[in-house]
């Protein structure tokens, strides 16, 4: 992708040469005459390195540079000054200007300074990438307990023959995490994956969103709606806090997972589908079928595959390993120069118990960092809870 260059100067004729050399030169150029056009092109994202000249109709171009580094990201900025004004490109260098040039412009060195920031902006971008890649699917631990192993190996079963899976555990035990693994691992890793949190809505709300509605339906459906089941077509559909819905909602999913067919809410036309459905619920499903909470033929067809995440207290010999790959992440994504943690500082972690499971364990991480300026997490840098559960 090439950079988009903003031209900052009051001169028509100067704007033009400028703009005329960098087209020249492969890149595209943006015009702005005065502070305010420019600050209008900042704030729209459109520039990606910023040509600034000093003296403007309506102020100094060095009050646009405070902007312009408030920005997230920031463009750069190339600043230009009249000749013999050092002492300004001086203070506009310690304000955040990666280059300034002087006047009269030479164009070699102008071509020569666009070229440098716009590398600082693509740099910039495939960070911005690789963060995101790691945001969105958290590496994976399987651990060296046999129960996991185990879980592992279901999990890719199941993807392979896109059977229905429900997972259960405790919150913060990668219920999520492992649907995503399920995704990645099998046939329908290219096709949609659509999450629906069934705590977050109403029922009512649930059903217009899984099953879509036609014009009319109720009050304030004015035009026809495709639901979520259309969109997961030749997908998966991940159907989280599956115990938060109540009976009724229950009876409809389970005669979209038999017969594989729906209708819009409205509609007449049933609507054939092949979707792949994964359930999650922390909550204990087998109690909920006891008080009549959860239908029992709903939880053994979702179950075709059953996957229970244990705690993390009953997996404690993977802490080391969890930690290990919460450090990695969490410096691809801050930078932070940690990269390990101390013996001592293990022996507490594994001596709490964990209600939040590995959730908390990330966040524990996470807060440790912050707090170390070593490469080595120690005792010291948990807080005083983990500290006071281990003898010193
Ligand atoms: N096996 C694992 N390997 C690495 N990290 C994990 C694993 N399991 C959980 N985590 C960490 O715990 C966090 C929470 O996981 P996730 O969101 O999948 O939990 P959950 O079971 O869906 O919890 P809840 O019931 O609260 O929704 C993840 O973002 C990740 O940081
Ligand atoms: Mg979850």
Redesign the pocket.
Same mark, same amino acid.
């Given at each position: 992708m090439s950079s988009t260059v903003l031209i900052v100067d009051d001169e028509e004729t100067a704007r033009s040469f400028v703009h005329g050399a960098l087209s020249d030169a492969g890149y595209e150029a943006i015009e702005a005459g005065d502070l305010a056009a420019a600050r209008q092109a900042i704030k729209t994202g459109a520039a990606d390195i910023v040509l600034l000249d000093v003296v403007l109709p309506d102020g100094s171009g060095l009050s646009l540079l405070e902007q312009i580094e408030r920005e997230n990201p920031s463009p750069p900025v190339i600043l230009i000054t009249a000749f013999g004004e050092v002492d300004i490109a001086v203070e506009a260098m310690k304000q955040g200007a990666q280059d300034f040039l002087q006047k009269p412009l030479d164009l070699e060195r102008l071509i020569s300074a666009v070229e440098r920031a716009s590398e600082v902006v693509s740099l910039r971008r495939e960070l911005a990438l690789l963060r995101k890649s790691s945001q969105d699917q958290? @590496?994976?631990?399987v651990g060296d307990t046999p129960e996991m192993a185990r879980i592992a190996d279901e999990a890719e079963r199941a993807a392979a023959a896109s059977v229905s899976v429900l997972i259960t555990?405790e919150?913060?035990?990668?219920? @999520?995490?492992i649907a995503n693994v399920i995704r990645m691992a099998g046939p329908r890793a290219d096709k949609p994956f659509v999450p629906i949190n069934c705590a977050a809505l109403p029922d009512t709300m649930i059903e217009s969103e899984l099953f879509g509605h036609e014009a009319g339906a109720f009050t304030g459906a004015t035009k026809r709606k495709p639901g979520l089941m259309e969109v997961a077509d030749g997908g998966i559909l991940f159907l989280d806090e599956i115990s938060s819905t109540k009976t009724d909602m229950q009876a409809k999913l389970l005669r979209v997972l038999d017969e594989r067919k729906f209708r819009r809410v409205g509609g007449i036309h049933e609507i054939i589908v092949d979707v792949q459905i994964i359930a999650?619920s922390?909550r204990d499903l087998l109690a909920m079928m006891k008080d009549g909470s959860f239908r029992e033929d709903l939880y053994y067809r979702l179950k075709v595959v059953d996957l229970h995440l244990p705690p993390l207290r009953e997996r404690m010999a993977d802490v080391p390993a969890?930690v290990g790959?919460f450090i990695r992440q969490e410096s691809l994504r801050t930078g932070n120069p940690v990269t390990d943690i101390t013996p001592r500082a293990i022996e507490a972690l594994k001596a709490h118990d964990w209600p939040g499971n590995?959730?908390e364990l990330?966040h524990v991480i996470e807060r440790a960092m912050l707090f170390c300026d070593d490469e080595e997490i120690d005792l010291g840098h948990l807080s005083p809870e983990f500290q006071s559960l281990i003898s010193s």
């Open positions: 958290y @590496e994976w631990i555990g919150t913060g035990t990668g219920k @999520e995490i999650a922390n969890l790959s590995m959730r990330r």
